[in-house]
């Protein structure tokens, strides 16, 4: 079955400093990836999405994630820090079984001022 | 369009009584997800509809669960005999029919059982 690991509940960066949010994932077919943002009490906006092609993948709010496959990993990263990243950041996988969405546990970023 | 769209936001509810939530989706899309959420985990997949065909259902989804979309538009997850473990947020999400193209996400009805 596919899954997704994220490395670090927590990440803490400074305002200007580089964000990087990890994910791995498993999946036995050709997988498409995803990392959402939630702010609180809030639903997930998308951020960019990995089905086929470049694998480099550039998103909104000048954030971007890489897909590699031979490391099974779709990490998420910001070259500057914005206070107003402060959110909670999911990676999710679908492919198999059908359109369905498997997330990661999330990713709470804190930006210090 | 005004984005997928859930009722109510909140839900305060005594164990033991049932509960209904309603989801309207982005009006073009026909698939319909649900998801449920708890504090300090991600979405966790429900079920979905394409058009008004329950597809799947997940083993998460107890015989206390079920969903309905009747006309392919709205949808409804009732919740009957609540218990404290169905206290969660309660996401729903629509899609276009495109395999594994993105969901769009509503904000949630947040589900607490007293």
């Known amino acids: 079955a596919q899954s997704v690991t994220q490395l670090g509940s927590h990440v803490s960066v400074s305002e200007g400093a580089l964000v990087l949010l990890r994910c791995n994932y498993s999946?036995?077919?050709?997988?498409?990836l995803f990392w959402y943002v939630q702010y609180p009490n809030q639903g997930l906006q998308l951020l960019l999405k990995?089905?086929?092609?470049?694998?480099l993948v550039k998103g909104i709010n000048g954030f971007e994630a890489e897909f590699k496959k031979s490391e099974t990993s779709f990490h998420l990263t910001k070259p500057s820090a914005h206070m107003s990243d402060a959110a909670e950041y999911f990676c999710a996988v679908s492919g198999e079984g059908g359109s369905k969405s498997t997330f990661g546990d999330g990713t709470t970023l804190t930006v210090k001022p | 369009d005004t984005g997928v769209s859930q009722d109510p936001r909140h839900k305060i509810t005594k164990r033991g009584q049932n509960v209904t939530f309603r989801c309207d989706p982005i009006s073009e899309h026909n698939r319909l997800y649900w998801y449920r959420q708890t504090l300090g985990q991600g979405p966790e997949f429900l079920t979905y509809f394409q058009n008004e065909a329950q597809l799947e259902k997940s083993r998460l989804l107890s015989d206390r669960f079920s969903a309905e979309r009747p006309k392919g538009s709205f949808s409804t997850l009732e919740i009957q005999r609540t218990e404290q473990g169905d206290s969660a947020m309660y996401l729903c999400?629509?899609?276009?029919?495109?395999?594994?193209?993105?969901?769009?996400f509503g904000q949630g009805t947040r589900l607490t059982v007293v």
């Open positions: 999400a629509s899609s276009l029919e495109i395999p594994n193209t993105e969901a769009f």
């Open positions: 990995y089905t086929t092609g470049a694998t």
């Open positions: 999946s036995s077919v050709p997988p498409y």
